[in-house]
């Protein structure tokens, strides 16, 4: 069974402050990683795509890769009462398709 | 219309109903997915059209069946179902490769309720 681990909070911040949310894997040769973003009661929204080991940032988030650690997290910096989400990770490896993480809930507080 | 589509949005239905959710996507993605999320649950993958072949988690009740006419629409028919069954079914596309994924692309969803 393929897991992929994340925190299941919730994970308060006040305003202003980096948000780390972190998630672990087990596969080992999964190829492909993608943060999504979901408010209640809606399909969750790609946020960011990483594929190499190291960090890519796009605006307001960085995520960050370390295969040899089977670890992939994401920063968002200026948090705001808008970023309050639940955060899903997802793996993609091509035998085993997309898993995903079970969320962490994200509440920024004003 | 851009991106993947779903229709209807909500479906109410008996337990002995047939009924069928619709997706579309205007991508031009070669894989198209099937969730379901139930509340305080993780995403669920139900089924897989990719490449021409189809994948299915072994644990999806037959009352669920797939179909794929081609690489831009997608169907889940449903018939007898539970009440256990009442969820969000989310229908996603992709662009695969062998050496990986790009990223998924998620319809609105259809919120389901079996009385």
């Known amino acids: 069974q393929k897991e992929v681990e994340q925190n299941s909070g919730p994970l308060s911040v006040p305003e202003g402050a980096i948000a780390s949310l972190n998630c672990t894997y087990s596969?080992?040769?999964?190829?492909?990683f993608f943060w999504y973003r979901q408010y209640s009661g809606k399909s969750p929204e790609l946020i960011m795509f990483?594929?190499?080991?190291g960090d890519k940032e796009d605006g307001r988030f960085t995520a960050q890769l370390n295969k040899a650690s089977q670890y992939v997290s994401l920063l968002i910096r200026d948090s705001q009462p808008s970023d309050s989400a639940t955060y899903l990770c997802?793996?993609?490896?091509?035998?085993?398709?997309?898993?995903f993480g079970p969320g962490t809930r994200l509440s920024v507080l004003p | 219309e851009t991106g993947v589509t779903q229709t209807p949005r909500h479906l109410v239905m008996g337990m002995t109903n047939k009924k069928s959710l619709k997706c579309e996507q205007h991508?031009?993605?070669?894989?198209m997915y099937w969730y379901k999320q139930s509340a305080k649950k993780p995403l669920e993958l139900m089924f897989v059209?990719?490449?021409?072949?189809?994948?299915e988690n072994n644990s999806v009740p037959s009352r669920f069946s797939p179909e794929c006419p081609n690489s831009s629409h997608l169907f889940l028919h449903l018939h007898t179902l539970q009440p256990e069954d009442s969820a969000l079914y989310l229908c996603?596309?992709?662009?695969?490769?062998?050496?990986?994924?790009?990223?998924?692309?998620f319809g609105p969803g259809t919120r389901l309720t079996v009385t």
């Open positions: 996603a596309s992709s662009q695969v490769r062998a050496s990986g994924a790009y990223e998924q692309y």
């Open positions: 596969d080992r040769g999964s190829q492909s």
């Open positions: 990483i594929y190499s080991n």
């Open positions: 997802a793996v993609y490896n091509y035998g085993q398709n997309f898993v």
């Open positions: 991508l031009g993605h070669n894989a």
């Open positions: 059209y990719s490449l021409e072949e189809r994948v």
